[in-house]
């Protein structure tokens, strides 16, 4: 808001929207309602900042980087939209005067399931930065509908339901169907000649096609008016419900249209260990890039005449391999529909995508079956080949005779798209997201492509918001830092450094003890809530919380807990009782993942359970772990868990969420540790 806060005119129009909305009156609205209602006249005072926010970018005319991303894990968006206008205390003061919680109105909202885990997280992360420093930036993805999945615990058992989290509607997001885009599939693609431009024209014929409707949600800078739009597409039919099929009895195809739109943005990562979910996630990925590179396009357009200089005013910064269709994508619109020839094209393409690589794991760089890929996108595959083509060429000019290199980096072989050799070979920049993960893609993973092009190889150390991991999560310790050094940290996290000063002062000490013991109360009160499971606060909180994996090695935490209960069992008790706390999802079709969470629910059912042992070890698993589940659980932590077999972990940031709020890391030399 940052004009000032008019307390009166904020309880007016929370009350009008009470009104306008359910018909009733604050004093029969239910929690829910009170957060909707609070919700819109958040909104209201972001929409002024974000008009003027659009308005100076048009007169300015920056640079934009478009953040392509399968995920963003964003968590709740009211408080932390609150903070960040500045106004927290204040709404919290008009909610009181109406006889709400704040905090029981923050905790209607659900978490918005368009991420997962820290590859999405990085991505909200980012865009909070991106606003917060005034960059010119959009997020673009995809609005699922059911997001990852929610997490059920069932009799010792991990449970997939749908997380059904726009039931009642997203009150920050706004429709934008002026902005829709056509996205084609399948099909063939036909060569005519075209004689008054002299050259030939790509045309996809027979295709299916789904209409890509964006949904803008405000991403709001620190305390400085500026407001940015993470974009994230819903997918529509082209043509309207069949009435003629319906009434000649033909049901399903009257909504073959609706069907298939709908399927594109029904869930994240929908399991592909069968073709169809191969291909249900190849379409995914063209769907939210086709539809995002042509709004960029077209933004582009509006103000320029010459598409040769776009990259001069966009980039697509690739969050891992998923988005990497965008390659061959902008290729296609410059040739086919700008008329660039081939190698103004690829100039423009190479000097505007930008490649982060997450992972060293083969598993998880992309390759996709010829067979499916040219099926689904003819043309797109086409121009692959043709790029694949060329780049071989360039191998072999500089390693004759080296068919080995050749078979190690060509973006086609072995009847594979392999996706990262895409985004390397069609980028100019590729990071990688911790030094040692960096200097490993360099010297091992993808030693042949840094030998041959070093200039584009480049290190960037992943972070986060401290806003949200600090602030918002934490009032206890933010108060205590407020106290001791000023506030500026808030805007400026270096200023943190001032508080080792302190390192010496009893006093100080003793606070933040007592800061830690609030956030274990707190939490042990969230637990025996949630899932009626009795902590003790003076144990330890032994906390591993992120994705099931193998290499992140929650299976070597659960061995360290059946030694210890062994170990106790044998009379060895331990000077202070320890709490280990899990959470965790496994993808649905990872089935050791969801062995190693079935081992440690029965341990959990054992050890609590144990009167000889209980009263010194306790194992918790947090059901359907998630941001705002992490926003209790990260501030009450006493040793954080970041045991990651050592060079699998690319980068990690929960380790930094852990560090902010004074946990001590138990880790392996890996990633950002």
């Not at 305390?223 to 309207?240: C, Q």
């Not at 899932?531 to 290499?551: A, M, P, T, W």
Request: aromatic share 10%; glycine share 6%.
């Amino acid at each position: 808001m940052l004009k000032k806060f008019d307390k009166k005119a904020f309880i007016a129009e929370v009350k009008d929207n009470v009104k306008a909305l359910y018909r009733k009156t604050i004093d029969e609205a239910t929690q829910q309602q009170v957060f909707q209602a609070v919700s819109y006249a958040v909104k209201d005072a972001i929409i002024d900042n974000w008009l003027e926010t659009q308005a100076q970018y048009e007169k300015d005319d920056p640079k934009t980087v478009y953040y392509m991303s399968m995920e963003f894990l964003m968590g709740r968006a009211l408080g932390n939209n609150m903070i960040n206008l500045g106004d927290y205390d204040e709404i919290k003061e008009a909610l009181d005067e109406l006889g709400f919680d704040l905090n029981v109105i923050e905790d209607q909202e659900p978490d918005a399931a368009l991420g997962n885990g820290g590859l999405g997280r990085l991505a909200a992360c980012f865009l909070d930065s991106l606003a917060t420093l005034g960059y010119s930036a959009y997020g673009c993805g995809i609005r699922y509908r059911y997001g990852m999945f929610k997490q059920k615990i069932e009799d010792g058992y991990q449970v997939e339901i749908p997380d059904n989290w726009l039931k009642d509607g997203n009150p920050f997001e706004l429709r934008r169907p002026e902005y829709a885009k056509e996205v084609k599939f399948g099909g063939y693609v036909q060569v005519e000649y075209d004689s008054a431009a002299r050259r030939n024209r790509f045309i996809q014929k027979g295709y299916q096609s789904v209409r890509a409707v964006p949904y803008d949600i405000p991403i709001v800078g620190y305390k400085n008016k500026i407001v940015n739009t993470l974009r994230v597409w819903d997918a529509e039919p082209i043509s309207d419900f069949q009435l003629d099929s319906f009434n000649k009895g033909e049901y399903m195809k009257a909504v073959e249209q609706e069907n298939l739109a709908k399927n594109i943005v029904e869930v994240l990562y929908p399991a592909d260990e069968h073709y169809a979910g191969k291909e249900l996630r190849l379409k995914q990925q063209y769907f939210f890039i086709s539809a995002s590179v042509q709004a960029a396009i077209e933004k582009y357009k509006k103000k320029h005449s010459d598409i040769h200089k776009f990259y001069e005013k966009a980039t697509f910064q690739l969050n891992d391999t998923h988005p990497t269709v965008a390659v061959a994508e902008l290729m296609r619109i410059l040739l086919d529909e700008e008329g660039l020839e081939w190698d103004e094209a690829w100039e423009i393409t190479t000097k505007t995508c930008a490649y982060t690589n997450h992972t060293i794991m083969a598993e998880a760089l992309e390759k996709w079956p010829i067979e499916l890929f040219s099926r689904l996108l003819p043309r797109i595959y086409q121009i692959v080949e043709e790029i694949n083509h060329r780049f071989v060429e360039q191998i072999r000019m500089m390693y004759p005779g080296n068919e080995h290199k050749v078979a190690k980096m060509a973006i086609l072989y072995d009847g594979q798209v392999r996706m990262a050799h895409l985004a390397i070979a069609g980028s100019f920049s590729v990071n990688g997201v911790a030094r040692l993960h960096t200097e490993i893609l360099e010297k091992q993973e993808l030693k042949d492509f840094y030998d041959m092009m070093p200039d584009k190889f480049n290190n960037k150390t992943n972070g986060i918001t401290f806003r949200r991991w600090l602030i918002h999560c934490n009032e206890p310790l933010t108060d205590m830092i407020t106290q001791l050094i000023g506030d500026g940290f808030r805007q400026d996290a270096m200023q943190l450094e001032k508080l080792a000063g302190y390192a010496g002062d009893e006093k100080v000490l003793n606070r933040l003890l007592e800061v830690k013991m609030a956030n274990k109360r707190r939490l042990k009160k969230y637990i025996l809530d949630t899932q009626g499971i009795d902590i003790d606060e003076n144990s330890i909180f032994d906390i591993q919380v992120k994705r099931l994996h193998e290499y992140k090695r929650q299976q070597m935490n659960a061995l360290y807990v059946i030694f210890k209960y062994l170990d106790i069992k044998r009379g060895n008790i331990p000077s202070t009782p320890v709490t280990v706390i899990f959470g965790a999802k496994a993808a649905p079709a990872y089935t050791i993942a969801k062995d190693i969470i079935h081992l440690i629910l029965c341990l959990q059912q054992l050890i609590n359970n144990d009167p000889d042992v209980s009263p010194y070890l306790k194992v918790v698993m947090i059901e359907n772990y998630n941001v705002t589940k992490a926003e209790y659980i990260i501030p009450a932590c006493d040793v954080s868990e970041q045991i990651s077999l050592a060079s699998k972990e690319a980068s990690g940031t929960g380790n930094m969420k852990f560090m902010l709020n004074g946990a001590v890391t138990l880790g392996t030399m890996d990633g950002a540790n």
